[in-house]
C-alpha cells in the first residue's frame, strides 16, 4: 500500500485515519478484509490514474501560468523572467546543485536596503506536492503585482527579505512529470540497493532518524545515510547557517493535511517559545480561514499530525530560526496530492493571508 497520510505504515495509530493507494488488483481484497474488520471506510478516488489525468484540466503548458501546475523547466524559465522584469524587487540566484546536476534556483523578493531581517520560504520539498510549488510561484506574483498598492505587503517587501525557493526537490518534481506522479523522495542512488532516494523531510539533523523515519532505503521515509547526505538539503542548511544573522522566519510549505506547524516533531518536547509561536500560528489560521472558510489544525508537529525525526522545520528552529513553520496545505483527502488546478487560486490566496499575518509579527518582534 502507498500511504498518503499518515506517510508510512508505522505512523498509523489507532483512532486517527489513515489514507492509502492501493493498486487495482487487489482493491477488492482489501475492501473485502476492511468490511470484515467492521472499520469504516470511504473511497476517495476511485481510480488514480484517471485522477492524475483530470488534475491537470489543460494540456497546453507551454505558456506559465499561475492557475496551472508548471513543469520544472517552464518554472525555471519563469524565475529568470520575473528577475529580469523585476529588477528592484526580485533578484535569482543558485541555491546549490541537485543530485541529477540540475540547478536549485533561489528568489530574493524585497526592496533592497541595509541590515534588513529575512524569511526563508520553500517549497517543493516532496515532489508530489504540486500544490505546493504553485503557492510559491502565486507568491512571488503577489509580491511583484501588489507592491506599492497594497499597503501591508509593501511594508513587508521594504523591511523584509523573502528567500524564495520555488522548487527544492528539483530531481523528485521533474519526476514527478515525466515518470511517476506518486514520487515523493529525491533522486539519489543508494549504495547496495536498487531503491532510490531519500526523503528530504527527514534527512536534517534533529532528531535524525529516530521515529517517523526509516533507516531502509526503499522507504518513502528514508532518513538518508548521514543527516544532509542529500545535496539538496545540504544546500539549504548552508544557506540557513550562512545567514543566520539575519534569517528570522522559516517557513516549508507541504501538502495535504490542512495544518499549521511548529517545532517538536522529532519529540513530544515543548519548545522554548511554544506559547508564542501557538499564538502565531493561531493568529495565521484565523487570517487564511476568513477567506473562503478553509478549516486549519495548527500546533506543535509531534502532537498535532505525529512524531517525525528530520524536518528541516526543527532543524532550523534548534538552529535558533525562532519563527519556524510547516504549511500542510488543501485538501484533506478528497483529493490528497492531486488536488486540480481550480483550486491553485483560491488555495494560494489564502495561504498569502497566513504568510503576511507571519511576516508580520516576525517583523514587530524578532
Known amino acids: 500500500l502507498d500511504f498518503w497520510a499518515?506517510?508510512?505504515?508505522?505512523?498509523?495509530?489507532?483512532?486517527?485515519?489513515?489514507?492509502?493507494?492501493?493498486?487495482?488488483?487487489v482493491v477488492y481484497d482489501i475492501q473485502a478484509l476492511l468490511e470484515k474488520s467492521g472499520m469504516?471506510?470511504?473511497?476517495?478516488?476511485?481510480?488514480?490514474?484517471e485522477a492524475v489525468h483530470t488534475q491537470r484540466d489543460s494540456n497546453i503548458r507551454a505558456v506559465h501560468s499561475y492557475v496551472k501546475y508548471n513543469d520544472l523547466d517552464t518554472i525555471n524559465a519563469w524565475s529568470a523572467n520575473i528577475a529580469a522584469q523585476n529588477s528592484g524587487l526580485v533578484s535569482r540566484s543558485?541555491?546549490?546543485?541537485?543530485?541529477?546536476?540540475?540547478?536549485?534556483y533561489l528568489l530574493k523578493v524585497g526592496k533592497s536596503g541595509s541590515n534588513k531581517k529575512a524569511v526563508v520560504l520553500d517549497c517543493g520539498f516532496?515532489?508530489?506536492?504540486?500544490?505546493?510549488?504553485?503557492?510559491?510561484?502565486?507568491?512571488?506574483?503577489e509580491a511583484v503585482e501588489k507592491y506599492g498598492s497594497d499597503t501591508q505587503l509593501t511594508n513587508l517587501l521594504n523591511n523584509l527579505d523573502f528567500y524564495v525557493v520555488p522548487?527544492?526537490?528539483?530531481?523528485?518534481?521533474?519526476?514527478?512529470?515525466?515518470?511517476?506522479?506518486?514520487?515523493r523522495k529525491t533522486r539519489s542512488?543508494?549504495?547496495?540497493?536498487?531503491?532510490?532516494g531519500t526523503d528530504p523531510n527527514r534527512n536534517f539533523n534533529a532528531g535524525w532518524c529516530t521515529v517517523g523515519a526509516s533507516s531502509r532505503a526503499c522507504d518513502d521515509t528514508y532518513c538518508g545515510s548521514s543527516p544532509e547526505s542529500e545535496r539538496e538539503t545540504k544546500a539549504l542548511a548552508n544557506f540557513i547557517r550562512n545567514n543566520l544573522s539575519s534569517i528570522k522566519g522559516y517557513l516549508t510549505i507541504h501538502s495535504y493535511s490542512q495544518m499549521l506547524l511548529f517545532p517538536y516533531?522529532?519529540?513530544?518536547?515543548?519548545?522554548?517559545?511554544?506559547?508564542?509561536?501557538?499564538?502565531?500560528?493561531?493568529n495565521a489560521v484565523s487570517q487564511l480561514t476568513s477567506l473562503y472558510n478553509t478549516k486549519y489544525t495548527y500546533g506543535a508537529g509531534g502532537t498535532t499530525i505525529y512524531l517525525a525525526a528530520g524536518g528541516s522545520d526543527d532543524w532550523a528552529y534548534d538552529a535558533g530560526v525562532k519563527y519556524s513553520f510547516t504549511f500542510?496545505?488543501?485538501?484533506?483527502?478528497?483529493?490528497?496530492?492531486?488536488?486540480?488546478?481550480?483550486?491553485?487560486?483560491?488555495?494560494?490566496?489564502?495561504?498569502?493571508?497566513?504568510?503576511?499575518?507571519?511576516?508580520?509579527?516576525?517583523?514587530n518582534n524578532a
Not at 40 to 47: A, L, T
Not at 94 to 104: F, H, V
Not at 336 to 345: K, R
Open 189 to 196: 542512488v543508494n549504495s547496495g540497493t536498487t531503491c532510490i
Open 94 to 104: 543558485q541555491l546549490g546543485t541537485s543530485y541529477e546536476g540540475r540547478p536549485i
Open 126 to 141: 516532496h515532489a508530489r506536492e504540486w500544490i505546493s510549488v504553485a503557492f510559491c510561484q502565486w507568491f512571488v506574483k
Open 40 to 49: 469504516p471506510y470511504e473511497i476517495m478516488i476511485g481510480n488514480v490514474q
Open 6 to 25: 499518515p506517510e508510512t505504515v508505522s505512523l498509523v495509530t489507532v483512532g486517527h485515519r489513515a489514507d492509502f493507494r492501493a493498486e487495482y488488483e
Open 328 to 363: 500542510e496545505l488543501r485538501d484533506t483527502g478528497r483529493y490528497g496530492f492531486l488536488l486540480p488546478e481550480s483550486q491553485i487560486q483560491a488555495t494560494s490566496q489564502e495561504t498569502i493571508l497566513a504568510v503576511r499575518s507571519i511576516a508580520t509579527h516576525i517583523l
Open 265 to 282: 516533531s522529532y519529540s513530544y518536547a515543548v519548545a522554548k517559545d511554544h506559547t508564542e509561536l501557538n499564538t502565531v500560528a493561531k
Open 167 to 183: 522548487v527544492l526537490n528539483v530531481d523528485g518534481y521533474a519526476y514527478t512529470w515525466s515518470t511517476n506522479r506518486m514520487w
